[in-house]
């Protein structure tokens, strides 16, 4: 089974501070993709790679970006966070758009 | 666009009766794959199961679906819940884009 790691697993911010969040794979999977999830909205997409050097937006990019330096690394950069992206983010992999395998999340609160 | 509908979004029942989750999707490629995906408490999404066979049942884990392309529906279903089923199950679907689209979830809920 693929196995997806996300660091950090918790992250206090300040409002107007940079935040980076990283996710690492180790199955070589082509695809990676950052979601974000709350309550009342499920898994929002917010941007996506489909290998080495390429990031796709997905459905709600405003205010993220994404980086993905290798095959293996994939990362979600907030320039200036703000309150409004306190949620769970989640990072997951796959060989095809069939099946995603997603890491465990990591709990962003931004004060 | 694609989209997929999950019209509850909050399910209690009572151990041992009949679980169903509603699922409905739109799109307009004509074979797309449909999925439902699990996340228990504290825990991340994880694929429960798949189909791409129009009236053909999928089984896993004592969950069945069928997908209906007559309908666009794929609904989960379960002979008798379990307490252990508790839990966010996301219906979603997928075309030849490599992404996947969610629905915004239903929580199941099940009581002793």
């Known amino acids: 089974e693929a196995a997806v790691t996300q660091s950090p697993r918790n992250k206090v911010a300040v409002t107007g501070g940079k935040v980076t969040l990283s996710c690492n794979q180790t199955?070589?999977?082509?695809?990676m993709y950052w979601y974000r999830q709350d309550t009342g909205h499920g898994l929002r997409l917010i941007h996506y790679?489909?290998?080495?050097?390429?990031?796709e937006k997905g459905d709600i990019p405003d205010g993220y970006k994404a980086s993905r330096p290798s095959q293996e690394n994939f990362s979600l950069i907030l320039e200036l966070a703000t309150p409004s992206q306190t949620s769970v983010y989640f990072c997951?992999?796959?060989?095809?758009?069939?099946?995603?395998?997603f890491g465990p999340g990591t709990r962003l609160t931004v004060l | 666009g694609d989209s997929v509908t999950q019209t509850e979004g909050l399910v209690t029942l009572t151990e041992g009766l009949p679980v169903m989750l509603n699922c409905t999707y739109q799109t307009i490629y004509s074979n797309p794959f449909l999925f439902w995906y699990v996340q228990h408490l504290n825990e991340s999404p994880r694929l429960l199961l798949k189909s791409f066979t129009d009236n053909k049942r999928t089984e896993h884990q004592g969950f069945h679906a069928t997908l209906h392309k007559s309908s666009s529906s794929f609904h989960l279903q379960k002979s008798s819940a379990q307490l252990s089923d508790s839990a966010l199950y996301y219906c979603a679907l997928s075309r030849s884009n490599n992404r996947i689209f969610f629905g915004d979830g239903t929580q199941l809920v099940v009581k002793p």
């Open positions: 790679s489909y290998g080495a050097g390429s990031t």
């Open positions: 199955n070589n999977h082509n695809n």
């Open positions: 997951a992999s796959g060989a095809s758009s069939y099946e995603q395998y």
